[in-house]
DNA sequence: CAGGTTAATATGTGCAGACATAATATTAAT
DNA sequence: ATTAATATTATGTCTGCACATATTAACCTG
């Protein structure tokens, strides 16, 4: 007897999903090629094809050309991070969003930040410290330097009604970036911008972006105690 | 004249990401049609497709039946985490792995972890608290609740061999996962696992794992003082 | 003019066939 | 026996076509 056809991507993905889960295809074993599937789930081969990649994508499948598709014995599982402005990320949480300029000036980065963006270190900058505030609570605490060269409007832009962060996300765009996750023990300073104790745990996020070979903003983001980022595998 | 034909969906994309990031095409203003685009560039519509779902799930576009493609006003960028297996994630740091089992007991989960994972609360688990070391150095403490109907075998494991972690990965699987990430204060005990002081800013991953509707295992991970969680946006 | 029905349209996805490409296996040549 | 050339194979992707589906726009109808 044949069974019923399985005719659409998402269905020979779930079904090959549920041979793997089973152990019906164990670890490391070689499954049919995607001709052989095509035949036997009634569908093109195009069909198998995608479902497969997408599998591979997600890390359960390794594929190679002519050496066939196997089944991942260590799969490292990927977790999708959303990446959003600040202030949609506070108003998700039903929350009013405020942000507040601390300080901001032209000046030379310290040689540190320097060297993460490769840039001269006499190079000048715009630096910005600010405060993302939910419902009037400290949220998350910003340290920013901007490449005025890859960004020259923002010296024109009014912060009391945009913040950096949003501002460059719409008006600058990037082609790749850098993304560090950690935990920090907070300083004086920011312990009383966060309205937080000194040595608290903050969750603190690094990022560089790049247009092509340009660095257009390194920033630290500190983020209030009791802040989590949550996803699914 | 009519430029050179783009046949590849790669390089249809690539000069997709190029209109948008040189602003040819504004954020919210709505782009060419399919059928238009693959006119163009000299290829099939699928090509098209193919280029423009990419950039659609990567949060640059938004697709919409009737209504169009338009480029995303403010772009969500995802970051893809790699959730290897932790000997993996020593090892390809060169460090020599090892890891140590402190204390296993079957019995019943405290109330929230029960509630997290919908099961009674006298449900009777695998309790697990286990130090992972690079080159003796503690990396990562780990505190771990199996749910033993789930993975019975488990209870014949010899964990001086292989982690929980990694033989769970090779021998349950899961259909889905929650992955909180979050930054925490060391307790006493945390610090002199983690070989720290109490206070210590610590990275903390909670994972829990699902097979269906069955819950497999719920883990906190906290990794000792100066991790990093690294990736690209 | 309000509200519901119908038509139009852009994306989503399926199919069959073809060729490209990478990697392996086999055969031939030295 | 070792090395180089060649054949084989599974995946990767393009084409052209078709139909499905979601959503909007247009059209009635009272």
Redesign the interface.
């Known amino acids: 007897m044949t069974a019923p056809a399985l005719q659409s991507w998402q269905s020979v993905q779930a079904e090959v ?1 549920r041979r ?2 089973e152990r019906v295809w164990l ?1 490391g074993a070689i499954i049919p090629n995607e001709a052989e599937l095509a035949a036997e789930f009634g569908c093109a081969r195009a069909t198998v094809n995608r479902a497969l990649r997408d599998l591979a994508e997600k890390g359960l499948l390794d594929r190679r050309r002519k050496a066939g598709t196997r089944v991942t ?13 600040t202030r ?1 990320e506070v108003e998700r949480r039903g929350a009013v969003y405020r942000h507040a300029l601390i300080e901001q000036q032209r000046t030379s980065p310290p040689p540190v930040v320097a060297g993460w963006l490769n840039l001269a270190p006499d190079t000048e900058m715009l630096h910005q410290r600010a405060l993302h505030l939910a419902d009037s609570q400290p949220f998350l605490y910003e340290d920013r330097w901007i490449n005025i060269a890859e960004a020259p409007q923002i010296l024109d832009v009014d912060f009391d009604t945009i913040s950096a962060n ?1 501002w460059l ?2 008006n600058v ?13 907070a300083d004086p300073v920011e312990a009383e911008l966060l309205a937080t104790q000194e ?6 996020v690094d ?1 560089t ?1 790049w ?1 092509g070979a340009a660095p257009i903003t390194q920033v630290r983001l500190a ?1 209030a ?1 009791g ?7």
């Open positions: 999903m793997i889960n670890p014995v260590n799969p490292v599982r990927k977790a999708i991070l959303d990446i959003p402005i949609h949003e996300v719409q765009g990037f082609t790749k970036g850098d993304l560090t996750l950690s935990a920090a023990n040595g608290a745990a903050l969750f603190v990022r972006t247009n983020y105690p802040f989590r980022m949550q996803t699914t595998i």
